[in-house]
């Protein structure tokens, strides 16, 4: 068979385009004729077919034939570019569907573990893939130490059908970490099914509001109005003490004077309701702990050669020399407490998004 091929190489190559140099055409070539057999066996194949392929497959990554080629034959030795593939776009279900299939959930492990790749974007697109395997390989880094990368799953979960159903039964089974349970709540009551939204009804309630009544979902919370007044009673009783709005408040969180520009009512509802969906540039939190034994959460705001700018709760600034950093951990959480629609009716939440819709330019 290899000397068939080679001989139809040898006849066709000359009129191949010019653009490609003449070993670049005999590789595309020789791709071109393997698709094109049915028994084409890759594992016993001759190491100057391999070659070619491997050589095509480095030159084109990414494109239609690569991913022929690579779901075809299985081609273990592209898992890392698989992993490149699916982190570089903001979904690419394709190359992580492969990277699943092929490499299984150490290959998973092992693209998250590569600093080279972009995590969130990797399990977005893992979690587009919508089958048992990448499924199971989500649901492992949910169970995972990494709280940060937890969410990510989360959320890559919340966006299939197969992955809507695993966070039920993980919740169903008391799996689910208590810091996820709102995001994940917020995203099943989303959900376009309603059998998953009834589940999800039982097993992992709204977040309550005053009362202890369930709040309704974001999307019927959005079509509701509130009077801005009574919101601004809220905001002076359960933000003063973290946002300035103009020269009134603490400056600890990000100022709110135009938050109605910058956000849309769901965001700012989410925002307030599951404050670590989506953490603010610059305002990650971390942990401190220095060497006399003082622990610090905040965020840095200044990260100096020598001195550390921590900024606290209650807005002071706080420097501590580099060389008395015991320990220094990102926290998985947000410095928002996810607990203030707890303290809110229902009313006083739609009150609340209605005033910060009116703090405009
Ligand atoms: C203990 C301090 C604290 C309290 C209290 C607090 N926040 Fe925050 N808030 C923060 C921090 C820190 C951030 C930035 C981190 C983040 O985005 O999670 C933030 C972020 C936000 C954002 C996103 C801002 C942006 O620019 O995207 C909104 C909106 C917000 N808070 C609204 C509120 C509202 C409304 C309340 C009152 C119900 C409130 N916050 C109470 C600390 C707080």
């Known amino acids: 068979m290899h000397i068939r091929v080679f001989t139809f190489i040898f006849l066709v190559a000359c009129s191949f385009s010019p653009a490609l140099s003449a070993d670049e055409s005999r590789d595309r070539l020789i791709v071109e004729t393997v698709l094109k057999l049915d028994r084409f066996n ?20 990414g494109s239609e034939e690569y991913y022929q080629l690579v779901e075809r034959f299985r081609i273990a030795e ?16 394709r190359a992580a569907g492969l990277l699943v299939a092929i490499g ?4 998973i492990a092992t693209a998250l573990a590569d600093a080279g790749n972009d995590k969130v974007r990797l399990l977005m697109s893992l979690g587009a893939v919508n089958d048992d395997k990448s499924v199971a390989a989500l649901a492992r880094v949910l169970e995972g130490k990494d709280l940060a990368l937890a969410r990510q799953a989360a959320k890559a979960l919340a966006g299939s059908p197969a992955g809507q159903v695993r966070l039920l039964e993980l919740a169903e089974s008391g799996k689910l970490a208590e810091e996820l349970k709102n995001g994940v709540s917020l995203a099943l009551t989303a959900s376009v099914d309603p059998t998953i939204r009834t589940r999800a009804a039982k097993v992992l309630p709204a977040p309550a509001s005053l009362g202890g009544e369930s709040l309704p979902s974001i999307a019927e919370l959005v079509k509701m109005r509130g009077v801005a007044e009574k919101g601004q009673v809220i905001y002076m009783r359960s933000c003063f003490t973290c946002h300035k709005v103009g020269d ?20 700012m509802y989410t925002a307030i309701i599951d404050p670590s969906e989506a953490i603010s540039f610059g305002y990650e939190g971390v942990a401190i ?7 610090l959460i905040g965020y840095v705001a200044s990260d100096g050669d020598h001195e550390v700018g921590m900024k606290v709760p209650g807005g002071a600034l ?6 008395d950093i015991k320990s220094r951990e990102p926290l998985p959480v947000s410095l928002m407490p996810a607990s203030l ?21």
């Open 42 to 61: 890759y594992e016993s194949a001759s190491g100057k077919v391999k070659d070619a392929i491997s050589r095509y497959l480095a030159k084109n990554s």
């Open 78 to 93: 592209q898992l890392p570019t698989l992993a490149t593939l699916s982190s570089d776009e903001e979904v690419n279900a």
């Open 104 to 107: 299984g959930e150490s290959a």
């Open 248 to 267: 009134k408040g603490i400056d600890f969180g990000p100022a709110l004077s135009e938050i109605g520009d910058k956000l849309a009512r769901e965001a």
């Open 289 to 295: 702990e220095a060497a006399n034994s003082q622990k």
């Open 318 to 323: 706080i420097t501590i020399k580099r060389a």
């Open 341 to 361: 629609v707890a303290t809110m009716s229902r009313d006083d939440l739609v009150n609340l998004v209605e005033y910060l819709t009116t703090l405009k330019k």
